[in-house]
C-alpha cells in the first residue's frame, strides 16, 4: 500500500471534521479558541445565570453534553499540537520505506503505540492517558494485592431508633450492634469481638435464657442491581460466634422489628416484621419452622415478649395499643387492653413483668401502668418521668429500673413502685433508651445520641462506647500519629484514637463534609456545609483560623505535600487556593482554579507541590498549575507521567480498573492509595470495602471485598503507617477500623482472593 504523504494527511483534516456532529462543529465555528470544560472566560455571574437556565429544562444531559464537547476540543487541540510530530514521522516512514526494514518497522511500531484508553461513565467517554513507562498495556495483568483486611475496631451504637438492643453476658461482654455487625465488647478488657454473618442493617437483638445464645435480626435491603433480599433472624453462639440457625428467610418483608425468646427454655422464637401487618410468627428454634403466624396491627409495634410465667401467652405494645395474645394449637387470639378510666397514651413504649405476673408498661405521657395479668385492664397509674418512660429493666428481687426522655433520669423502683433512688444523665449523651443489669448495682445506658454509658447511682455514668447521631463524609487521618478525625451531619467533630480505641475529644460546629490535616500534624482543616471553614488547634480544639468560599457546600480540604498551600474544593465549582505560614495557623488567599462544569469532588496534589488534579460531579479530569498562578493545563496528555503525593480522585488512569462495566457516576463515594503505593481502597455505594492493587489500570480487576456498613460508604483512609484502614459509612453512622495483614512467603494471590469474598453480597439499606 502506498504510504500517505504528510500534505495528503494535512487535506483530509476538512474531510474528518465535516464528519462530525453538526452541534460540535456550530460550537467550535463560534468558540474554537475556548476550553469546553467551563466556561473559564466568562464572567461567573454570566455562567452561573446561564447554568440555572439550563438545569430547569434539562440539567443531567446538558451537563453530560457539555462534558463531552469539552472533550471533543481538548482532542482538536491534541490533534493540532500531534500533527507536526506526525508529519515527522510519516516523512521518516516514506524515506526509509524502501531501504532498512528494521527501521521501517520500528517506524510503524511507534505510530501503533496506544498513548490512551477510554473508559466510560453513564455512557461518557473519558480519555484516559497512560503514562510512558508502561510500554504495553493489553499485556498488564491485574491481581487482587498480597494485602488483606481483618475487622479490627467497630466504633458506635444504634441507639437513635431502636430498643432493647443491650445486654451484659457472663462472660463480661456487653453485646450490642450497629450497621451489620454485634459487637461483643468486654467492659474490662476493652476488647471487642465480631458477629458478622448479617448482610444488611441488624435492626433488633434478644438474649437466649441459657445467656450464651442470641439471636438478631436484619433489614431487607436491596442488592447493587436493586433486587430486593430478604431479610432473616439469625441464632448464634455468643461464645463460638458461630451461626445456629438461620429463621425465616423469605417468611418476612422489609424487615425484622422484634424479636424474643420464650423463657422456659428458649425453644420458640418470636418475630414481629415491618409489613403493614406487623405479622407476628412464632418458630421453632430447633428445626427452623413456622409454629403459628397472625396479623398484628397496622400501628407500629416497638416491643414483643412471652409471659415469663406461661409460654402460650404473648404481649405487644406500640403506637396506641397493649395486646394480649394466646396461642393455642397454633393459632393466635387477641385480647386488646383496656385503658377505662386512664388516657390512653399515643405511644405504649415498653414492658416488663413483675414478680406476680402483672405487666408493667411504659408510655409517651410518663406514666407506668400495671396492668392485671388475666383482666388485660389497668390496675394502677405510677407517675415517673417527665416525658416518655423509654425503657424498663428488671431486677432480682422484683425491683425496677425506669428510663426516661426528656428528664434523662434512670429511677429505681421497688416491687410494689416505690420509688428508691435516681440519677441523671449527662445532657450530651441524650435520652435513655435501654437499660442492661450488671451486678445488680452496676448498670449498661444506652443512649439516643448513640453512646453506652457504664455507671452507678452512687458515681454516676461515664461513656464506653460513643459514635456520630447521623451521616458522616469528612475522614482523615494524622501524618504521623495514629489518630484520625470525622465529621458529619451532626455537627460534630470528632477526635479517635486507633489504638487505645476510643473517643479523644468532640466539639460542635456546623454539617461538616470534609477534612484534613496539616503535615506539621499541629491543625487540621474542616470544610462545612454553608462554605465556611475552619482550622482546629489539635490540643486546644481552638479555631485558629477561619474563612468562608462561596455560600455551597465544602467538599474536599487538601493541604500540598510541604503545608505551603492548602485548596479548598466547593460546589460552586471552583479550587480556592490559600498560602499557609506561621505553622498552619495564618491562611491568605492565593488564587482560585476556574474551569471546572460542575461542583468538585475530589483533588491531589503533585509530590512537587505545583500542580492539582481535581475530579467533578460531571466526571471531569482536570490539572492545574498553582505555581503559575492556578493555570488550567489544557492539554492533559502533558500530566500523564506526573507523580501524586496522595490519589483520592476516583477517576484517573491508575484507578480505571476500580470501576465495574457500565458503572454510574455515583457508584464509587472515594477511593484511597495506600503511602506504600501497593494498594488503593474503594468505598462504594453497595455497603461494601474494596481493596485493589496499586496501580489499577485496567477494567475487571480483581479485589477483596469486605462487608460491615449497612449503608453507602462514604470514605476510606489509611492510617500513617499503612497499619489500618478506616471506612465510614454514611446513614449508618458506623466508623469501622481494618487491620491491614500482610501476605507472607506462602501466601498465594488466589487464597487471599477466596477467602476474602467467600461472603454473601451485601444489601443497600
Known sequence: MKPITPDELVQLIPSILWTMSPAILTHLT??????????????????????????????????????????????????????PLLKQQLIRSN?????????????????????????????????????????????????????????????????????????????????????????????????????????????CLTLHPDKVRMASGQTAGVDKDGKPLHPCVHIWDSTTLVTLQQIGLGAFQRGVGCVAFSFDSGAFLCVIDDSNEHMLSVWDCNKGTR????????????????????????????????????????????????????????????????????????????????????????????RAHEGSVFTLCSLQGGAVLSGGGKDRKIIRWSADLAPERECEIPENYGAVRTISDVDGEELLVGTTRNAILRGTFSDGFVAIVQGHMDEMWGLATHPSQNIFITCGHDRQVCLWKTEEHKLDWCITLEYGLCADFCPNGSVVSVGLSTGRWMVLDLLTREVVSESID??????????????????????????????????????????????????????????????????????????????????????????????????TCVLGFHVMGVW??????????????????????????????????????????????????????????????????????????????????????????EKLASTSTSSPEPATS
Open 291 to 382: 409454629h403459628a403466624e397472625v396479623k398484628n396491627t397496622n400501628e407500629a409495634v416497638f416491643c414483643v415478649e412471652f409471659n415469663s410465667n406461661d409460654s402460650t401467652n404473648i404481649i405487644t405494645c406500640g403506637k396506641s395499643h397493649v395486646y394480649f395474645w394466646t396461642l393455642s394449637a397454633g393459632q393466635f387470639t387477641k385480647k386488646q387492653g383496656i385503658f377505662g378510666k386512664y388516657k390512653k397514651p399515643k405511644f405504649i413504649q415498653c414492658f416488663v413483668f413483675s414478680l406476680t405476673g402483672d405487666v408493667l408498661t411504659g408510655d409517651s405521657e410518663g406514666n407506668i401502668l400495671t396492668w392485671g395479668k388475666s383482666t388485660f385492664q389497668i390496675m394502677r397509674q405510677t
Open 95 to 203: 524515506r526509509n520505506s524502501s531501504g532498512n526494514d528494521k527501521t521501517s518497522n520500528l517506524g510503524r511500531k511507534t505510530l501503533s503505540r496506544r498513548k490512551s484508553i477510554k473508559m466510560f461513565i453513564r455512557g461518557r467517554p473519558i480519555t484516559m492517558y497512560i503514562p510512558s513507562n508502561i510500554q504495553n498495556y493489553e499485556d498488564l495483568k491485574m491481581e487482587p494485592p498480597f494485602e488483606r483486611l481483618e475487622l479490627d475496631w467497630v466504633y458506635g451504637y444504634r441507639g437513635r431508633d431502636c430498643r432493647d438492643n443491650l445486654y451484659f453476658l457472663p462472660s463480661g461482654e456487653a453485646v450490642f450492634f450497629i450497621a451489620c455487625v454485634v459487637v461483643l465488647y468486654h467492659i474490662n478488657n476493652r476488647t471487642q469481638r465480631h458477629y458478622d454473618k448479617h448482610t444488611d442493617c441488624v435492626r
Open 550 to 647: 462561596g455560600n455551597e457546600q465544602l467538599s474536599v480540604m487538601r493541604y500540598s505535600p510541604d503545608g505551603s498551600f492548602l485548596a479548598v474544593g466547593s460546589h460552586d465549582n471552583f479550587i480556592y487556593i490559600y498560602n499557609v505560614t506561621e505553622s498552619g495557623r495564618r491562611y491568605t488567599r492565593f488564587g482560585k482554579c476556574n474551569g471546572h462544569s460542575s461542583f468538585i469532588t475530589h483533588l491531589d496534589w503533585s509530590k512537587d507541590g505545583k500542580y492539582i488534579m481535581s475530579n467533578s460531579g460531571d466526571y471531569e479530569i482536570l490539572y492545574w498549575d498553582v505555581a503559575a498562578g492556578c493555570k488550567l493545563l489544557r492539554n492533559r496528555f502533558e500530566s500523564k507521567d506526573r507523580e501524586w503525593a496522595s490519589y
Open 30 to 83: 463560534v468558540s474554537s479558541s475556548d476550553d469546553a470544560s467551563a466556561d473559564g472566560s466568562a464572567d461567573f455571574a454570566d455562567r452561573a445565570s446561564m447554568m440555572e437556565v439550563r438545569l430547569q429544562a434539562q440539567e443531567d444531559e446538558i451537563t453530560l453534553l457539555k462534558s463531552s464537547l469539552a472533550d471533543a476540543l481538548r482532542k482538536l487541540r491534541l490533534h493540532d499540537q500531534l500533527l
Open 660 to 749: 465495574l462495566e457500565g458503572s454510574d457516576g455515583t457508584d464509587i463515594n472515594a477511593l484511597c492509595r495506600s503511602h506504600s503505593e501497593r494498594m488503593v481502597a474503594v468505598a462504594d455505594d453497595f455497603c461494601k470495602v474494596h481493596l485493589f492493587q496499586y496501580p489499577c489500570p485496567k477494567p475487571k480487576a480483581p479485589s477483596h471485598k469486605y462487608e460491615g456498613h449497612g449503608s453507602h460508604v462514604t470514605n476510606v483512609c489509611f492510617t500513617h503507617s499503612d497499619s489500618h484502614l478506616l471506612s465510614m459509612g454514611g446513614k449508618d453512622t458506623c466508623i469501622l477500623q481494618w487491620r491491614v495483614i500482610r501476605g507472607g512467603p506462602g501466601d498465594s494471590r
